[in-house]
């Protein structure tokens, strides 16, 4: 285990009939980095992760991006943040706010469980957050640079709406030049949001 290394890298012409003739004054040289893999980096396998609103238990994986290369065991704390999504009411991680997660030296990934619940509300697309970060206090500690430590977890609602007349039956009297028939969201939850149709007798 070593701290990162690193070095220049220089352009140069080394033809001298070339050389009069190519500029390198301004973009001649680069650094180079060696990072120390024996370091163990730990995130999140997708940034994103998409579920039905449906009573069922999902999962998001936390992997070891750089591979077995150690032979520790390394704690992991996993918390959820509410977005428009709020736990115990659309999503359960578990008891407590962080879930903490041991990762050993001949495992390659952990699943992080919670389950999304199902209401008769319809919400289109719902949201929360789900981090990982060390133990506090605690030896050895994983490197994060470079991955995924937070991801998003989008709740798709696809109950369908039931649109439809409010009345089966609306009598006028063939005079009355027109008039408005109420449409409405019959289900899941009734409530009126569809703008009057005018109908026009003649």
């Not at 919400?123 to 430590?149: D, K, W």
């Not at 009355?176 to 939850?189: K, N, R, Y």
Request: no cysteine.
């Amino acid at each position: 285990d070593e701290a990162d290394e690193g070095f220049v890298i220089l352009l140069e012409a080394v033809d001298p009939a070339v050389a009069p003739f190519v500029d390198l004054s301004t973009h001649n040289t680069t650094l180079g980095r060696i990072y120390d893999n024996d370091k163990l980096l730990i995130g999140f396998q997708q940034a994103q992760y998409e579920f039905p609103e449906t009573n069922e238990t999902h999962e998001a994986v936390i992997i070891k991006v750089n591979g077995t290369i150690t032979e520790q065991t390394y704690l992991i704390d996993v918390s959820a943040r509410d977005g428009s999504a709020l736990n115990q009411l659309d999503y359960i991680i578990g008891e407590g706010d962080i879930q903490r997660f041991i990762i050993h030296p001949n495992q390659q990934s952990i699943q992080f469980r919670f389950e999304i619940l199902e209401d008769s509300v319809v919400e289109y697309v719902e949201s929360f957050t789900i981090s990982l970060e060390n133990a506090p206090e605690v030896e050895p500690r994983f490197e994060t640079q470079g991955t995924i430590t937070t991801t998003r977890i989008n709740i798709t609602d696809r109950t369908p709406f039931v649109i439809g007349f409010k009345q089966n039956l609306t009598t006028v009297p063939e005079d009355v030049g027109s008039f408005d028939i109420s449409v409405a969201i019959l289900s899941p939850d009734p409530v009126t949001v569809v703008p009057d149709v005018t109908f026009e007798i003649f």
